[in-house]
């Protein structure tokens, strides 16, 4: 549990705040849950990272420094995305690495990674009979290191698998490809459309083939690009954020 | 043709390139098992990267004491500025011996100085004695893989090809019996060459040797039969000792193909009597690599080729997208530096997962330096104008939140309300085989607003 005194903000991005409410509403209301103090910090944006990885972080200065303003007092920042953490910790131009930016960049997590290292918890109470198969979102995973990615040796661990499993119900099922890209990229799914589509498709195969109802994951960037797939090829799956499948489990 | 315009061909042929993914990921996988078997595998990476990096920033001095030790050893030496240097170096050793064939096994940095082009056009026959090369260099093609060059070719095609080039029988495509048919074309060429050809996988200082890896013994063959042998090295090849070699050849073949260790691990240290060794060591741009503060340990890479197996876009779009000899993502950090106008798209040619930095035996940041060049590119305005206008409208609405409410607001009415053909059209690449979200009522800031704020 956190100290009662600890300030937590939530930044919910751009493209969730405008197209998926919902997974905003499920981080708040799961944190909450787990007895965190949210504040949702007002006018807030975007990382830059749509810019950055396009190849123009010179012109990412004014969002992030807006961002850094926006965050900088929060003992902890929460956000339901792997990669615009990650953006933030890795990517904010030179000209704004300051003290606030040192403290934010140490102090913004993604959702999982808070729920398991900061409020130090591994096992949540509810219920949710799905199968599911989890995306590894690749920011969470090579970035953050959220999880062992299947190329580096060691002892394997994953936060939000750990997460999911201890939720009564929840079938993980296994996949052929247990961390392979989904092809979004940013900007990459529409500079490089063909490859990103059949990079898409192939991982909703893979999940679809081990018979997963919901394909889940800690960011929504990679779950819109796979949800667009679904949709336009009408196929029996649908997609959750993870936030989603927690909060919707310890109701 | 930029790289996303090749990799719609690539896959075209769903088949094939379905085909292509799966041969290449089943390398991956091999790969994984044998790192499996290895407890100190990190550590070994660790050691790799440690001593290439030592290695190159005192390359001056290591490459001095090779010189010096090679020397001794009775081994040529011979500097190349460039491509074209190291070319007529080449011809300048056979001319003087008189040889008008040379027998090559595999590498890539003649690849990249185009030597066989250069070589036939002085009327010097060249035989590739890989059997990947010789296929290629039969079909007139370049290589897609720096491994396994000729991994986009199906055993179909080979068939076809070697039946009219070694006329061997109609439809019979069985691997065996096709690398027996070449093997036997590339005895005659081995047994009669005057001349051999490798490149250097390991290049060390303290003894003034070299170290060749190869699995079907060409190199070996050639070497031994031909009074000649002209090895190619660029400079980055060298380690410091003998001793340094066991990390690398743990993982090379490891990293390469799953192998615990290459057929042939061959070393050469000086020449048998009567017979003579030249290394060629080549720059070619190297040191002005080595100079870049971002991008100067992608010359770490000991060119296993793991970084193109691990890679979802290569495997999805072909080694030949990539227009260039070094393909997938160690090919997109090397190229722009060599010209930045032909290849300003490669480091766009990456979602970043950052797979291939992972799977690097030498731990080379590839997908941080995919993301520099990036910055590079822009920097240098070499991308496309609609692009550049499209990211720096972006960039004002996202540094304005209120702009940022405005605009995602329209964005939500339009998709609800505009007739299909307004939102799915050629000016929106998303919408060629995806859905747009469904947009819903409020965003999350007016939720929260309305709901939380003040209350």
Redo the contacts between chains.
Sequence with gaps: MPQKSMKVGLF?P?Y??????????HT?QLLEKLGVEVE?P?????C?Q???????????I??CS?FIQLFKDYDAVVSPSGSCVLQIKE?VPKELHDENYSKLKNNIYELTEFISDVLKIDSLRGSFTHRVGLHQS??G???LRNAK??????EPFAKAEKLLYSIKGVKLVELD?T???C??????????????????K?RIKDHESHGAEIITATDMSCL??L???I??NKQPIRIMHIAEILNTAMK | MS??EA??IF?KNADR?QWH?QAL?FVRQKR?LQ??H??E??QLRNHASAIKEHTLSQLDHYLKEFEKNALQNGIKIHWATDAQEHNEIVRGILKKAKIQKLVKSKSMLTEECHLNTYLEKHGIKVIESDLGERILQLDHQEPSHIVMPAIHMKRREVGELFEKELSTEPGNDDPQYLTNAARNSLRGHFVKAEAAMTGVNFGIAETGGFVVCTNEGNADMGVHHAKIHIASMGIEKLIPKKDHLAIYIRLLARSATGQPITTYTSHFQKPEKGKEIHVVIVDNGRSEHLGKKEFWTALKCIRCGACMN?C??YR??GGHSYNYTIPGPIGSILTPRIDMNKHADL?????????C???CPVKINI?EQL?QW??????QGK?SWE?EAL??I??RV??N??L?QRA?KM??FVLKHAPRFLVYHRLN??G?????????D????????KN??NT
């Excluded at chain 1, 749509?50 to 990412?60: D, I, K, Q, V």
């Excluded at chain 1, 092809?183 to 898409?200: A, D, K, L, P, R």
């Design positions: 919910v751009c969730i705040d405008q197209f998926y409410p919902n997974v905003g509403i708040l949702v007002p006018n807030q944006n975007c830059g749509p810019l950055a990885n396009s190849g123009m972080e010179r012109n990412t004014k969002i807006h990517h690749c920011h995973l090579r970035g990615s299947s190329e580096l040796a060691g490809r961390d392979e890209c092809g979004f990229g940013g900007t990459f799914s529409v500079f490089e459309e063909g490859v990103s589509v059949q990079m898409g192939d819109m690009h949800e667009g797939l949709k336009r | 790289h996303a990799s719609d896959l390139a993914d990921w994984d790192k499996g290895i407890p595998w990190e691990t979802p876009v999805r779009s480091p766009f040619a990456s979602s970043l997962c950052g797979s930095s992972d799977v997908h993301y990036r910055q590079e590119v822009t920097a991308i692009k990211l720096k972006t960039s996202l540094a939140p209120r940022f995602g964005a939500r690449p998303w060629k085989a995806r859905e747009m979200p469904t947009p819903p409020q965003s999350f800031q007016e939720w929260y607003n939380r704020r």
